[in-house]
């Protein structure tokens, strides 16, 4: 399976862009790379996902690199509420099974 | 209605007790995954059925029986348990189309066990 790495953790201010970057370097051409995230005492959260071409949505956008080795997700105006943590999977887009495989994530804190 | 529902939201159980956990979703998904999770650590995969069918067991212990009893149903037979079972234990669904890496997946708030 192919294999994600993010930052353990990154802080923000209030109001203000966040990037989250994630790397997936030995992703395959057929890979979804796909965003969740988790806010406490809660489950996971879809948030966006993306194949080759970056991607908008009401939550977030997502930007995947043109060699698909990497990609960040952009959260325009960070709020409280963001603060959580973000997990990026890479998904085959056809399989006989679903194993879907979180890595560590980024935990994100956002400061007021 | 795009909801798991998961329950008991907290279960407390001794090491000889049998519980079940159990989840519910109604969106037509035939994809259904239960992970367990630990205090500060990532979910883990546990087991996957596709089509009411066990397609994935990653290596977990007997002591935990997963059952799919039909396409909306999802349950996890616990018996014997240890204090280190103790952990958030997640339901989660998505649609099983061929393009399956495409599709969302959509997960219960947990159930909290407890094992003392």
């Known amino acids: 399976d192919a294999k994600t790495t993010q930052p353990n953790s990154m802080e923000s201010n209030e109001e203000e862009p966040v990037h989250l970057p994630c790397n997936h370097s030995?992703?395959?051409?057929?890979?979804?790379i796909h965003w969740y995230r988790q806010l406490p005492s809660q489950g996971p959260e879809y948030v966006i996902h993306?194949?080759?071409s970056n991607v908008n949505n009401r939550m977030a956008s997502l930007a995947i690199a043109e060699d698909r080795k990497s990609s960040t997700l952009i959260l325009h105006r960070a709020t409280l509420r963001d603060a959580a943590v973000y997990y990026c999977i890479l998904r085959e887009l056809k399989t006989s099974y679903d194993k879907v495989i979180f890595g560590p994530g980024t935990s994100l804190s956002v400061i007021p | 209605d795009t909801e798991v529902t998961q329950t008991p939201k907290h279960l407390v159980m001794g090491m000889t007790n049998k519980k079940s956990l159990k989840c519910e979703q109604h969106m037509g998904h035939r994809a259904m995954y239960w992970y367990k999770q630990k205090a500060k650590k990532p979910p883990e995969l546990m087991f996957v059925y596709s089509y009411e069918k066990l397609s994935i067991n990653e290596s977990v212990p007997s002591r935990f029986s997963p059952e799919c009893p039909n396409s909306s149903l999802l349950n996890l037979h616990l018996h014997a348990l240890q204090p280190e079972d103790s952990a958030l234990y997640l339901c989660a669904s998505s649609q099983q189309t061929g393009r399956r890496g495409g599709n969302t997946i959509y997960f219960g708030e947990g159930s909290w066990l407890t094992v003392v």
């Open positions: 030995t992703i395959s051409g057929t890979d979804y």
């Open positions: 993306g194949l080759t």
